[in-house]
């Protein structure tokens, strides 16, 4: 089926259109014969999946769909699912579909690279896949074909078995024809701002999934502290710690939903430490940031800093006590109704107050934040939260009088993880504080009286931390 036509000004898309299907063979496969050839296609029974079966959330997809249709009336809009990317030579990485495809069609497998959704200008919507493998088509594709083939990756829905698991029309990826201006088009910065924009208040059934990825991820922490012992153990204890989370990932979700930070100790002051490769020191801390990503694609983004020791020194304590004091003071300023930088704000004030204190901000905190001033951020450096939902750093394409500059409202889900990473060569800082980073960092949801906090299973009290570690190790 050929797509609706369309004025190629009136065509928005994503990102760029897939390129033609064909067969992915490498140079090690060997020939197959005439002879294997037919018979590889005769003599298949029947298979298809449980009959009735939807994608989970099935009835919160075709609104989804209108209301973004209602924001682009009489436009064609083209949402890819995403390409395979290759990893090394023949090699891809595992794929994942692109939020808003997901967002759109329910459809987060593995199965997705190439697939188009079309929204027609008349509002209707056409999902354009690659279906399953004919068996007798002459190309050998389910068993031949690397990338596609189903004796290689898996059995792909066939064009009903997609529509009936979407409740959208599917036609076959070859009858899709993109037209000039979405060969031309590379990203639409509209359709995306539009897209992260009606992301940003989550239903009830996508705020159920994201507590669904926080519970995993507790349970993941949990094992990561019964592990302790043999991380303390091996040469790279970091790299120990990140596997033992990503398999309560892989196990309980999709995986995890980025790449697991197991920082210890100066390696906590880099915001973003995934090498892992550093051994634990039992005298030092861990920072843990790590998050489960469901099935369904809704990510978990949560931090705690752990004494290795199992008990916090007096100097760990007292900074650890200070970016808890600030995270309490950003939870406090959650509330519909409330800037979204406020929390922020509220973080950052206690940060500066604290380190004026100890002596090492040398400014008042009133001049450390004013715009034109901010020397706290030497030692804090980073926001103190963001959005969270299908992406780990959700709806980030919203323009920022909805987003940043923007108010908060029930619905959405949101870290609060204010952190002190004090480097471990900063001459403005004592010995005794140098090389220690703290990040506390849980997810919470704008509620009509404020904020629930859903990552509440996981201590966040230096006493409670401690007393949480003590029990799993015992």
């Known amino acids: 089926m050929?797509?609706?036509?369309?004025?190629?000004?009136?065509?928005?898309?994503?990102?760029?259109?897939p390129a033609p299907a064909q067969l992915h063979t490498v140079s090690h496969d060997l020939p197959v014969s005439p002879?294997?050839?037919?018979?590889?296609?005769?003599?298949?029974?029947?298979?298809?999946?449980?009959?009735?079966?939807?994608?989970?959330?099935?009835?919160?997809?075709?609104?989804?769909?209108?209301?973004?249709?209602?924001?682009?009336?009489g436009e064609r809009l083209v949402i890819p699912a995403g390409e395979l990317k290759v990893r090394s030579n023949d090699c891809d990485y595992r794929f994942r579909p692109h939020s808003a495809y997901a967002w759109l069609t329910g459809l987060t497998t593995e199965d997705q690279p190439g697939h188009v959704l079309v929204i027609e200008p008349d509002g209707d919507a056409v999902l354009y896949v690659r279906p399953r493998s004919p068996r007798s088509d002459g190309r050998g594709e389910f068993f031949r074909d690397r990338r596609y083939g189903e004796f290689w990756v898996g059995r792909r829905p066939d064009l009903d078995e997609a529509a009936q698991l979407t409740g959208i029309r599917c036609a076959h990826l070859d009858d899709y024809t993109p037209s000039a201006a979405e060969r031309r088009a590379h990203t639409d910065q509209e359709l995306a701002a539009a897209l992260s924009e009606l992301r940003?208040?989550?239903?009830?059934?996508?705020?159920?999934?994201?507590?669904?990825?926080?519970?995993?991820?507790?349970?993941?922490?949990?094992?990561?502290?019964?592990?302790?012992?043999?991380?303390?153990?091996?040469?790279?204890?970091?790299?120990?710690?990140?596997?033992?989370?990503?398999?309560?990932?892989?196990a309980e979700g999709n995986g995890p939903g980025y790449?697991?930070?197991?920082?210890?100790?100066?390696?906590?002051?880099?915001?973003?430490?995934?090498?892992?490769?550093?051994?634990?020191?039992?005298?030092?801390?861990?920072?843990?940031?790590?998050?489960?990503?469901?099935?369904?694609?809704?990510?978990?983004?949560i931090t705690?800093?752990?004494?290795?020791?199992?008990?916090?020194?007096?100097v760990q304590r007292q900074v650890y006590d200070l970016v808890l004091a600030a995270q309490d003071a950003g939870i406090a300023a959650l509330k519909p109704g409330a800037s979204f930088r406020d929390f922020h704000r509220a973080c950052s004030a206690v940060l500066a107050e604290g380190l004026h204190d100890w002596g090492v901000l040398r400014v008042s905190p009133e001049e450390s934040l004013r715009a034109d001033s901010g020397l706290h951020r030497r030692y804090s450096l980073c926001s103190s939260g963001h959005m969270l939902g299908l992406d780990l750093h959700d709806c980030a394409q919203a323009r920022a009088d909805q987003y940043l500059d923007g108010v908060?409202?029930?619905?959405?889900?949101?870290?609060?993880?204010?952190?002190?990473?004090?480097?471990?060569?900063?001459?403005?800082?004592?010995?005794?504080?140098?090389?220690?980073?703290?990040?506390?960092?849980?997810?919470?949801?704008?509620?009509?009286?404020?904020?629930?906090?859903?990552?509440?299973?996981?201590?966040?009290?230096?006493?409670a931390v401690e007393d949480w570690m003590g029990n799993l190790l015992a």
């Open 304 to 314: 705690r800093t752990l004494p290795l020791s199992g008990r916090f020194s007096p």
């Open 2 to 17: 050929t797509p609706h036509p369309s004025k190629p000004t009136q065509a928005a898309q994503l990102f760029q259109s």
């Open 35 to 73: 002879a294997l050839d037919a018979y590889m296609a005769d003599r298949w029974a029947p298979s298809a999946p449980a009959s009735g079966a939807r994608v989970p959330g099935f009835e919160h997809f075709a609104g989804r769909r209108a209301r973004l249709a209602a924001r682009f009336p």
């Open 408 to 463: 908060l409202e029930e619905g959405q889900v949101l870290t609060v993880e204010p952190g002190l990473y004090l480097q471990p060569d900063d001459e403005t800082l004592p010995w005794e504080l140098r090389g220690i980073g703290v990040r506390i960092e849980d997810d919470l949801v704008i509620t009509s009286e404020g904020a629930r906090l859903m990552s509440h299973a996981l201590p966040r009290e230096a006493t």
């Open 200 to 250: 940003l208040v989550k239903d009830a059934w996508e705020v159920g999934q994201i507590q669904l990825a926080v519970d995993h991820t507790t349970a993941g922490f949990e094992d990561v502290v019964r592990s302790l012992p043999a991380a303390l153990a091996h040469r790279r204890g970091e790299r120990w710690i990140e596997g033992v989370f990503n398999l309560r990932a892989r």
């Open 259 to 301: 790449d697991t930070i197991a920082a210890a100790g100066a390696h906590a002051c880099v915001l973003h430490w995934i090498r892992n490769d550093g051994p634990l020191d039992r005298d030092r801390l861990l920072l843990l940031d790590a998050g489960v990503e469901t099935d369904s694609l809704y990510c978990a983004d």
